[in-house]
């Protein structure tokens, strides 16, 4: 699990990282299109810095931009063909599909939950069923793109993460853990959504002031800046991954209210420990595959896919 989050994160940070620098650079490019128009500053400033500067600094300038203007979109064309070749995005979701996949067995085990309870391992243990899951688990993983790329390896001597869990503990390990971490994260992700919201909404209404004041050759930058920041308000799912996150955080607290309420008798029986942990495991699940389907369905819009050879075997051998 520790290895396969590590490269989750890794692969997330490097997909992040070259969709922001397409955007920016796709900004940039409406930037310099605009000042080498000629006709971005007003006549007047325009002719009054022709006489104020040396003709070889204009030409100077002038050419500088004209470079950068050809140079920028062969950048965005050289990392989109690097994305589309590489797949950073789509092995960060099966990266970390995969290592949520795992985490979940865990917890179900250490819990000693459904088929890992000491009633069904009479003649397979529990390890050994935890062990088969995971292999199948990452045996998928493997027939996946991923096995183009590394896993990096995280050591942990930590032995409290391995303990068996009593159902007080789960619930503290496993249910106020992640109903902490789902309440900070859908605090971040509203700021954020509203910040960018603003931004698209003043980019807006920067564009009528300016086309109203005659300006309707910065009109084009401000539309630019407008799709950028729709378009990273689309990559990173964020009013989507806000609803999942509310209603997952929702059916955890009430997964601990219904335990809370159960007499210190029915806390001890098989049963409503199964049913804890299930509940628990299976709401988390749901959404994970939530998250899932939507970056994907996300990044199938914004990836060209031309499969290779190569990769025509493997989507082959995943169906």
Not at 49 to 65: A, D, E, G, K, S
Not at 284 to 307: F, I, N, Y
């Amino acid at each position: 699990y520790d290895d396969l989050d590590l490269a989750a994160v890794e692969k997330q940070r490097q997909f992040r990282r070259i969709q922001i620098g397409i955007l920016t650079l796709a900004v940039t490019a409406t930037l310099l299109a605009v000042l080498i128009s000629g006709s971005a500053l007003p006549a007047a400033l325009t002719s009054w810095l022709i006489q104020r500067l040396p003709p070889l600094v204009t030409r100077h300038i002038h050419q500088v931009l004209h470079g950068l203007l050809v140079l920028v979109p062969i950048t965005i064309s050289v990392l989109v063909s690097f994305n589309s070749r590489f797949r950073e995005g789509n092995k960060w979701i099966l990266l970390r599909a995969a290592a949520e996949s795992i985490k979940r067995e865990i917890f179900r085990y250490r819990a000693r939950s459904g088929v890992y309870s000491q009633e069904q391992c009479t003649q397979a243990s529990a390890q050994s069923k935890l062990s088969a899951n995971i292999k199948d688990i990452t045996a998928n993983l493997a027939q996946s793109e991923v096995n183009r790329s590394n896993l990096p390896h995280r050591p942990t001597n930590d032995a409290s993460r391995i303990k068996f869990l009593m159902p007080e503990d789960y619930l503290l390990e496993r249910i106020k853990d992640q109903t902490d971490y789902l309440t900070s994260k859908t605090a971040a992700l509203y700021r954020r959504l509203r910040r960018l919201e603003l931004c698209i909404l003043v980019a807006g209404g920067l564009g009528t002031f300016l086309a109203a004041i005659r300006g309707e050759v910065w009109v084009a930058l401000t539309t630019a800046l407008a799709t950028a920041l729709t378009t990273k308000l689309e990559i990173d799912q964020v009013e989507n991954s806000l609803v999942q996150y509310n209603v997952a955080l929702t059916s955890l607290k009430n997964i601990e209210s219904w335990w809370k309420a159960l007499s210190p008798w029915e806390q001890t029986r098989r049963k409503n420990i199964d049913l804890l942990v299930d509940q628990t495991e299976k709401t988390l699940e749901r959404e994970t595959a939530g998250w899932v389907q939507q970056m994907q369905s996300e990044l199938d819009k914004l990836t060209e896919k031309q499969p290779g050879p190569d990769q025509q075997s493997a989507s082959g051998q995943r169906s």
